[in-house]
């Protein structure tokens, strides 16, 4: 095993690949296929640790097309994304980082297959996973719905740290309409949710409170916003529970 990522089951068919504290991927299998959802930063060739974790074969299936969950694509024939993303991946492979990898090895981004709104994937065993929308973060965010086991596995699209304020993320109001949608059609079907970001579980109720901290920054409630500094610059952090990393970091754009 890599002693970059560290495995860590969630249940019996589902497992939690941690990649040194920066992204996280999970491997969940049924009786006659495997799901592989995101690929991480592309350092450890997860093709391989699949292999090691499972004898079924492994689909790939990237939540959104951020460098962090899409460069270990480069160790798979096919990834499925959904086609807004297609084009912020492609722009996120000519990365120098990535580039100095695919120069090393000789490996290039696997093909990318069109994801769907409703498309299902079946592992077997009465295990089934479905394709919801999670527009906000990015345009082509999506979620995978895991009846089964109450799970939502999210992405980045409810994490109870987002980041909003990126050139392609969608508007405050965006990210609203999709957590009241999500909520309507799906609420009831998921009691947790295993994000982009996470080492275990979170609420389902997360994203009752992303929700209401969206409603707080559309009703301009943000005198206790407060400068976010990251890569690109600094933005605004909106804190929406008693938790200081739970917050909305957006652009006074995207209001």
């Not at 492994?58 to 951020?66: I, K």
């Not at 990834?79 to 580039?99: C, Q, S, V």
């Not at 209401?212 to 920054?217: D, F, P, S, T, V």
């Amino acid at each position: 095993m890599n002693e970059r990522i560290q495995i860590i089951p969630i249940n019996a068919e589902v497992t939690l690949l941690n990649d040194h504290n920066e992204a996280t991927c999970y491997l969940v299998t049924g009786t006659q296929r495997a799901l592989l959802i995101d690929t991480a930063n592309g350092y450890v060739d997860l093709n391989a640790l699949c292999r090691e974790l499972t004898p079924l074969p492994v689909t790939v299936v990237n939540t959104h097309g951020h460098c962090d969950h899409v460069f270990g694509n480069l160790y798979f024939e096919q990834a499925y994304l959904h086609p807004a993303d297609f084009a912020l991946h492609d722009a996120h492979f000519t990365f120098p980082e990535i580039r100095k990898v695919m120069r090393e090895t000789g490996l290039s981004p696997a093909t990318l297959m069109p994801l769907s709104i409703g498309q299902t994937f079946e592992l077997g065993g009465g295990h089934t996973l479905e394709v919801v929308p999670l527009a906000g973060h990015t345009p082509g965010s999506i979620g995978l719905l895991d009846r089964k086991y109450r799970l939502l596995f999210s992405g980045d699209g409810i994490n109870p740290h987002i980041w909003m304020q990126l050139p392609e993320s969608l508007t405050i109001a965006t990210l609203r309409e999709t957590l009241v949608t999500l909520k309507r059609e799906h609420g009831n079907e998921f009691d947790a949710l295993l994000t982009g970001h996470c080492r275990a579980p979170e609420p389902a109720a997360t994203m009752d409170a992303l929700l209401a901290g969206c409603g707080e920054l559309l009703r301009d409630e943000r005198t206790a916003d407060h400068p976010y500094r990251w890569h690109g610059g600094t933005s605004l952090a909106h804190v929406y529970d008693d938790d200081p990393d739970h917050c909305i970091v957006y652009e006074e754009s995207k209001l």
